[in-house]
C-alpha cells in the first residue's frame, strides 16, 4: 500500500487551481509503474515523492508520459509534506529532472524557486491560428509555443482546435497570453499531445511567461491569473536566472493505493 492524496493547487478551496495526485511510495518505483498509476488516476500530473537524507527525489507524470518540469504538482507535494508528513519543514528541497527545487512555506502560500525559461522570437507555425480560432500577434519558443494576442477577454474565450494542435510538430505545449485587466497578465496552456487538452493551472509555464512579462511591464513582482474553467491565481516574482512562483493549495483526498 503507498499513501496517496489529491491536492488542488493554486487555489485556496477544492474544486478550484490545478488537481494533483501525490504519491508517497517507500523507495523508488519502477518507471512502467509509475506510468500505469498516472493513467489510472488520470489527473493532470501524478507526483512521486521519495524522502532522501535532507530531500526528497520528486518525478512528474501525466496519463501518457513522464516530463521535466510540472509546477503544481511540486506545490501540492509540498503541501502534503509540510501538512501530513513533517510539520516542521518550512522548507523543502526536491530532486528533479529540472535539477534541485526548492519550495518555502510562506503561511498559507508555497513559494516555489523555479529556472527562468525566458523564451527567444520564433516563426508563427502554420496551423497555430487555425488551431487556436483567433489572431496571434506575437510567437516565441521556449520549452513550449507562446502565442500572444490581444486581451484577456479573448484569451478567455478561446476554444482550440486539439486535433490541429497536435499536429504542430516539434511542440509540446502551447501557451496563449495577454495582458490582463485585474491583473498583470493571464495565461491558458495546451498540450493535447500529453494527454492534457487543456491544464487548468501551469506552474511550469510561467517560467516562460514571467520573464517576459517582467521585461515587457518593466517589474519583477507581477500577479498572474490562468483562465481555464477551474481558474487560478500566481503569485510571480523575476529574479534573473530563476523565477518565484507562488501559490496556495486544497486538500480533496487522503487516501492509499493498493499495489
Known sequence: MMKYYIVDAFTDAVFGGNPAGVCLPEGPLDAGLMQKIASENNLPETAFVVRRDGYYDLRWFTPETEIDLCGHATLASAFVLTNFVDK?????????????????????????????????????????????????????QSRDLMAVIDGEDAVRRLSP????????????????????????????????????????VTGSSHCTLIPFWAERLGKSELLARQLSKRGGTLYCRHLGSCVEIGGKAALYLEGEIKI
Open 88 to 140: 516542521s519543514l518550512h522548507t523543502v528541497h526536491f530532486e528533479t529532472l529540472s535539477g534541485r527545487l526548492t519550495v518555502t512555506r510562506d503561511n498559507d502560500r508555497y513559494l516555489m524557486d523555479f529556472p527562468s525559461r525566458a523564451p527567444a522570437p520564433c516563426p508563427k507555425p502554420a496551423l497555430l491560428e487555425a488551431a487556436l480560432g483567433v489572431r496571434v500577434t506575437e510567437t516565441y
Open 161 to 200: 482546435d486539439f486535433a490541429l494542435l497536435g499536429k504542430m510538430e516539434g511542440v509540446f505545449g502551447v501557451i496563449v497570453t495577454a495582458r490582463g485587466g485585474g491583473c498583470d497578465f493571464v495565461s491558458r496552456f495546451f498540450a493535447p499531445n500529453a494527454g492534457i487538452p487543456e491544464d487548468p
